[in-house]
Protein backbone atom coordinates (compact mmCIF):
# COMPACT_ATOMS: atom_id res chain seq x y z
CA UNK A 1 0.00 0.00 0.00
CA UNK A 2 1.44 3.34 -0.99
CA UNK A 3 1.32 6.18 1.31
CA UNK A 4 0.05 9.74 -0.66
CA UNK A 5 1.68 12.77 0.78
CA UNK A 6 0.07 16.02 1.55
CA UNK A 7 1.31 19.15 -0.16
CA UNK A 8 1.17 20.56 3.26
CA UNK A 9 3.28 17.88 5.05
CA UNK A 10 6.93 18.78 3.12
CA UNK A 11 6.04 22.68 3.92
CA UNK A 12 5.57 21.49 7.81
CA UNK A 13 9.17 19.69 7.07
CA UNK A 14 10.78 23.14 5.73
CA UNK A 15 9.04 24.82 8.57
CA UNK A 16 10.59 22.81 11.70
CA UNK A 17 14.17 23.24 9.37
CA UNK A 18 13.75 27.09 9.56
CA UNK A 19 12.74 26.90 13.06
CA UNK A 20 15.70 24.74 13.65
CA UNK A 21 18.24 26.88 12.08
CA UNK A 22 17.01 30.25 13.40
CA UNK A 23 17.41 28.61 16.88
CA UNK A 24 20.60 27.90 16.28
CA UNK A 25 21.61 31.30 14.84
CA UNK A 26 19.97 32.69 18.33
CA UNK A 27 21.97 30.62 20.84
CA UNK A 28 25.38 31.27 18.67
CA UNK A 29 24.28 35.17 18.89
CA UNK A 30 23.65 34.90 22.23
CA UNK A 31 26.89 32.85 23.29
CA UNK A 32 28.76 35.60 21.43
CA UNK A 33 27.22 38.41 22.97
CA UNK A 34 27.73 37.43 26.34
CA UNK A 35 31.45 36.29 25.50
CA UNK A 36 31.66 40.01 24.42
CA UNK A 37 30.14 41.35 27.41
CA UNK A 38 32.08 38.89 29.19
CA UNK A 39 35.44 40.90 27.83
CA UNK A 40 34.27 44.70 28.10
CA UNK A 41 33.86 44.13 31.32
CA UNK A 42 37.34 42.18 32.71
CA UNK A 43 38.54 44.75 29.98
CA UNK A 44 40.24 46.96 33.08
CA UNK A 45 42.13 44.31 34.68
CA UNK A 46 44.61 44.34 31.44
CA UNK A 47 45.05 47.57 30.75
CA UNK A 48 48.15 49.32 32.05
CA UNK A 49 47.25 52.21 33.98
CA UNK A 50 50.59 53.83 35.45
CA UNK A 51 51.02 55.25 38.35
CA UNK A 52 51.34 58.72 39.00
CA UNK A 53 54.25 58.57 41.59
CA UNK A 54 58.09 58.85 41.26
CA UNK A 55 58.82 55.85 43.62
CA UNK A 56 62.52 56.54 42.79
CA UNK A 57 65.44 58.68 40.85
CA UNK A 58 68.65 58.30 40.17
CA UNK A 59 69.51 60.03 43.25
CA UNK A 60 68.65 57.13 45.55
CA UNK A 61 71.39 55.49 43.94
CA UNK A 62 73.97 58.12 43.74
CA UNK A 63 73.80 59.86 40.68
CA UNK A 64 73.75 63.53 39.90
CA UNK A 65 70.70 64.01 37.63
CA UNK A 66 69.06 66.31 36.28
CA UNK A 67 65.00 66.36 34.90
CA UNK A 68 64.09 67.26 31.09
CA UNK A 69 61.44 66.68 28.75
CA UNK A 70 61.16 67.16 24.89
CA UNK A 71 58.41 67.03 22.48
CA UNK A 72 58.04 64.54 19.55
CA UNK A 73 57.06 65.03 15.76
CA UNK A 74 53.96 63.95 16.86
CA UNK A 75 52.95 66.32 19.84
CA UNK A 76 54.28 63.63 22.60
CA UNK A 77 55.84 65.09 25.31
CA UNK A 78 58.59 62.33 26.57
CA UNK A 79 60.05 63.13 30.04
CA UNK A 80 63.12 61.74 31.69
CA UNK A 81 66.61 62.84 33.76
CA UNK A 82 69.84 63.73 31.93
CA UNK A 83 72.86 61.90 34.25
CA UNK A 84 75.67 64.49 33.53
CA UNK A 85 79.06 62.46 33.29
CA UNK A 86 82.54 64.04 32.93
CA UNK A 87 84.46 63.30 29.73
CA UNK A 88 81.98 62.10 28.23
CA UNK A 89 82.12 61.42 24.36
CA UNK A 90 78.24 60.82 23.84
CA UNK A 91 74.36 61.35 25.34
CA UNK A 92 72.82 57.53 25.91
CA UNK A 93 69.05 58.30 25.84
CA UNK A 94 67.48 55.41 28.35
CA UNK A 95 64.16 54.87 27.72
CA UNK A 96 63.02 52.43 30.77
CA UNK A 97 60.04 50.17 29.98
CA UNK A 98 56.95 50.55 32.28
CA UNK A 99 56.43 50.43 36.05
CA UNK A 100 60.69 50.54 35.53
CA UNK A 101 61.26 53.54 38.08
CA UNK A 102 63.43 51.66 40.38
CA UNK A 103 67.04 50.82 40.97
CA UNK A 104 66.84 47.64 38.95
CA UNK A 105 65.59 49.40 36.20
CA UNK A 106 68.90 51.05 35.72
CA UNK A 107 71.55 48.07 35.82
CA UNK A 108 72.23 48.40 31.85
CA UNK A 109 73.58 52.00 32.94
CA UNK A 110 76.39 50.28 34.62
CA UNK A 111 77.95 49.82 30.88
CA UNK A 112 77.85 53.47 29.90
CA UNK A 113 78.07 55.23 33.78
CA UNK A 114 81.76 54.85 35.76
CA UNK A 115 80.25 54.15 39.10
CA UNK A 116 83.66 54.24 41.11
Given at each position: ?S ?13 G ?15 Y???M ?6 Q????Y???R?L ?6 I ?6 V ?14 I?E ?7 L ?20 D??
Amino acid sequence: MSQIKSPGHSVLKLKGLFMLVIWILVVITSVYVAFMALIYIVQPKYVYFPERILLADPSSIGLDFESVSFETEDGVRLFGWFIPEENARSVVLFCMATRETSRTAWSPLKYFIDWD
